[in-house]
C-alpha cells in the first residue's frame, strides 16, 4: 500500500492536524502541535530504540557478533535493522525536536503531521510554516501552505533528512515525492547523529531562509496578479490559448469540457467567493480545476487510490503542467509590462513553496 503507515496492535502510529489524510489513518486533531506534544499523541515516538546483541551459530554454538548489534524498539521482539555496534541511536524525540529547532520555536511552531513507516523503523513528520512566513494572498482570505518536512530511519538506512515541500506530508509516497523534489531544488539537508550536528543545523536554517525569500517572491508576483482587473471577454481567449484544440483533434469534447469549467470557477467557485476579477482569481481558476475537477483515468482504483492518483497529477504530473502554463500565459499577457512599474520579479524563485488551500 503506497499509505506504508505502520500499525501496532491495530493502531496507526500516526498524527495529523485539522483534516484526515487521503489514507483515512491515524489520529486527527483540530489544534497544531509543539515537539513534544507530538510525542505524547504518537505512542510510537514514547517507547525508545536500543541496540541489542547479535548471536551467530559457530560450529553449534551461538556466539555474540562483535561487529554488529540490532535495532529494536523497547517492547517489542523483532529488530528493526542489523547495525555496525558503533551505531549511534537517533530517538524519534531527537528528529522532532531539531525540526523545531531547524524552524525556531520561538516562532510559534506547529507540526502538522507525523507517522510511522514500515515495521516502525521509518519516522516521518511536518511542520506547517505559514505562521513563519507571511504567505497571504492579497484580497484573498485563504490560506495558504508551505511546510518543512523531516525523516529518519533506525534501520541505519539514513540520517535524519530535513527538506520543503509544498504539501503536507501524510504517508510514504508523499515522502517520496518530498524528497526528491526537495534533492533536486537543492532544499534537502542530511544531518548525522554524529559529527557536527549544529553546522548542519545552520545550513538547514539557510535552506529556510532561502524558502522565505522564494516565498515572498511567489507572494509579491500573486499580489501583483491581484491587482489586475480581468474583463470577463478575456476569459474565453485565456482557456482557447491554455487548452488548444488541434483542428484535426477527433475528441475535443473533453478539452472543451474543461474551458467550460475553468470559466464557470472563474464565474462562482464557492472557494472564491470574496476574491475579485483579476489576473489572480483566473490563475487560481486553473488550479482549482487541475486539482479538483480535472478527469481522471482510474478504471477499477479504489477510492484510496483515486485520491493518490489525483495527489500525483495536481503536484507532478499533467495538473500541475496546467498551473504552470496558466502562470506563463499571464506572465506574458501582463506582468512583463508591470515588472518595471512594481518591482515584481518575473520568477516567483526555483521552487513554488505556497500552496492556495480550497
Known amino acids: 500500500m503506497p499509505a506504508n503507515i505502520y500499525e501496532r496492535d491495530g493502531v496507526a502510529q500516526a498524527w495529523y492536524a485539522g483534516k484526515p489524510p487521503w489514507h483515512g489513518l491515524g489520529e486527527v486533531t483540530e489544534r497544531t502541535k509543539t515537539a513534544r506534544q507530538v510525542i505524547k499523541q504518537v505512542p510510537l515516538f514514547s517507547r525508545p530504540v536500543e541496540t541489542r546483541p547479535i548471536y551467530v551459530n559457530i560450529g553449534g554454538k551461538h556466539v555474540e557478533s562483535e561487529q554488529y548489534v540490532a535495532t529494536v524498539r523497547k517492547g517489542d521482539d523483532f529488530p528493526m535493522g542489523i547495525v555496525t555496534s558503533d551505531y549511534t541511536v537517533m530517538q524519534d524525540r531527537d528528529g522532532l525536536l531539531t525540526m523545531e529547532a531547524v524552524v525556531n520555536a520561538t516562532r510559534r511552531t506547529s507540526f502538522a503531521s507525523a507517522f510511522g513507516l514500515g515495521n516502525g523503523s521509518r519516522v516521518a513528520a511536518s511542520i506547517d510554516l505559514s505562521r513563519v512566513v507571511n504567505l497571504r494572498i492579497k ?8 511546510y518543512l518536512f523531516g525523516t529518519w530511519a533506525h ?19 508523499m515522502l517520496n515525492m518530498a524528497t526528491a523534489r526537495a534533492k533536486s531544488a537543492g532544499l534537502l539537508v542530511s544531518i548525522r547523529h554524529t559529527g557536527d550536528v549544529a553546522e548542519r543545523l545552520r545550513e538547514a536554517q539557510e535552506i529556510l531562509g532561502f524558502v522565505e525569500v522564494t516565498a515572498q517572491a511567489h507572494k509579491a508576483e500573486m499580489d501583483a496578479l491581484a491587482d489586475i482587473p480581468v474583463h470577463p471577454d478575456f476569459v474565453p481567449e485565456f482557456t482557447e490559448e491554455l487548452i488548444p484544440i488541434p483542428e484535426d483533434m477527433k475528441r475535443p469534447a473533453s478539452r472543451e469540457e474543461a474551458r467550460n469549467v475553468i470559466a464557470s470557477l ?57 498551473k504552470t502554463r496558466s502562470l506563463e500565459l499571464l506572465r506574458q499577457r501582463y506582468m512583463s509590462e508591470r515588472k518595471a512599474q512594481r518591482n515584481v520579479p518575473a520568477e516567483p524563485g526555483l521552487v513554488q513553496v505556497p500552496v492556495r488551500v480550497r
Open 139 to 146: 484580497r484573498d482570505p485563504s490560506k495558504q501552505q508551505a
Open 155 to 173: 534501520d541505519g538506512t539514513g540520517a535524519l533528512n530535513i527538506g520543503l515541500y509544498q504539501n503536507r506530508v501524510d504517508c510514504q509516497n
Open 266 to 322: 472563474w464565474r462562482g467557485s464557492n472557494s472564491m467567493v470574496d476574491v475579485p476579477q483579476s489576473a489572480y482569481r483566473l490563475h487560481q481558476s486553473v488550479v482549482e480545476y487541475a486539482d479538483h475537477y480535472r478527469p481522471l483515468r482510474v478504471g477499477k482504483a479504489d477510492e484510496i487510490q483515486v485520491a493518490e492518483r489525483r495527489f500525483r497529477a495536481a503536484t507532478e504530473g499533467p495538473g500541475a503542467d496546467l
